[in-house]
């Protein structure tokens, strides 16, 4: 696996570009630990000439948001017949929309929070008024609210009063033209993540999110020291076989390859819900990933060592 030369794409375009890059140098040092020679490369207007002057063994995808999880940079790569670590363009199109996700594993029996999704449109020609009224009536309060599409949980909030709900519709759909309404699960939030290995996908340590503000939004996610972090989750044997069953679930369910993480809640009553999967997981020193790969006593760079590897074969074959 040494004399292999991979190319960390990050960066981008999207709202989690500063994120991308901090996941692409992170990566980088944990291959190059692995003995894996790496170039470090932005996702954009140069790729493409990039791509066809210097031609890497495989790519490996450090981009979060749009470009990297909404099967964007995953088609160019499929139509360059170019090796990379990540799912295919077709289930990252499927996992990036969470309402589509959402109703996938509701179908296949899996917990999740009740939820309702409206564009933007719908408030302007019905009445934001009798519309937020409506949604209170459904759904209840406290309520979460989120881009139906994106990551790093950014435009995402708890409602906790009915006050508050227009502020919060307005902050969310900055970052998106649809809103994905969920009844609040007061709960133990927590991420697990899936690594494809030779005998199929399996779940590391679920990691247990607490943080200081009580929401882990895009600042408790990204500021160290403002977010306690447990690994592996305090939720005992059952649970944890829960969430990993859920996890694994989910990844084989939305067709998902490599790696993915999925973002959960156990109630106090000790249901596991589903929330949302990533197929492009952070890998910055705050990110869920890497705790869980080193609670699992692994190291980061020989897992993606592997996973570069498996993705070489897949196209070879």
């Known amino acids: 696996m040494t004399d292999r030369w991979v ?19 992170r990566l980088s040092a944990a291959l190059r630990t692995a003995g894996v020679t790496v170039s470090e490369w932005d996702a954009d207007g140069s790729l493409l000439d990039r791509v ?19 099967g ?9 017949d170019l090796p990379f ?19 996938d594993l509701a179908a296949a029996g ?16 019905l009445g934001a008024r009798a519309v937020l009224d409506a949604m209170v009536e459904r759904l209840g309060l406290p309520m979460m609210l989120k881009p139906d599409q994106g990551g790093s949980a950014l435009g995402a909030q708890v409602v906790r009063d009915a006050a508050d709900l227009p502020a919060a519709m307005v902050g969310c759909l900055a970052y998106g033209d649809t ?20 005998d199929g996908p399996e779940a590391l340590p679920a990691v247990e999110i607490v943080p200081e503000s009580g929401v882990y939004d895009y600042t408790a996610r990204y500021t160290a020291g403002l977010t306690d972090f447990h690994a592996p989750a305090r ?51 705050t990110s869920l990933l890497p705790m869980a790969v080193e609670t699992d006593g692994r190291s980061l760079g020989d897992i993606y060592a592997s996973l570069i590897e498996r993705a070489v074969e897949r196209t070879a074959g």
């Open 179 to 198: 809103v994905l309404a969920e009844k609040f699960i007061d709960g133990v939030e927590v991420a697990i993540a899936v690594i494809d290995g030779p």
């Open 52 to 70: 066809r002057e210097h031609r890497p063994d495989a790519v490996v995808i450090a981009l979060h948001g749009g470009q990297g999880e909404n």
């Open 110 to 125: 899996i917990a999740t929070p009740d939820w309702i999704v409206l564009p933007h449109s719908t408030f302007r020609e």
């Open 235 to 285: 939720v005992g044997a059952e649970t944890s076989a829960a969430l990993a069953e859920l996890a694994v679930t989910a990844h084989r369910r939305l067709g998902l390859r490599d790696v993915s993480r999925t973002d959960a809640i156990v109630a106090p009553d000790g249901t596991v819900y589903f929330l949302e999967v990533n197929s492009s997981p952070g890998l910055t020193e």
């Open 7 to 25: 190319a960390v794409l990050s960066g981008g375009l999207s709202h989690e570009r500063d994120v991308s890059l901090r996941s692409g140098r």
């Open 72 to 80: 964007s940079i995953q088609s160019v790569l499929e139509m360059l």
């Open 85 to 103: 670590v990540g799912t295919d363009s077709h289930a990252c199109r499927r996992a990036w929309d969470k309402p589509s996700a959402k109703a």
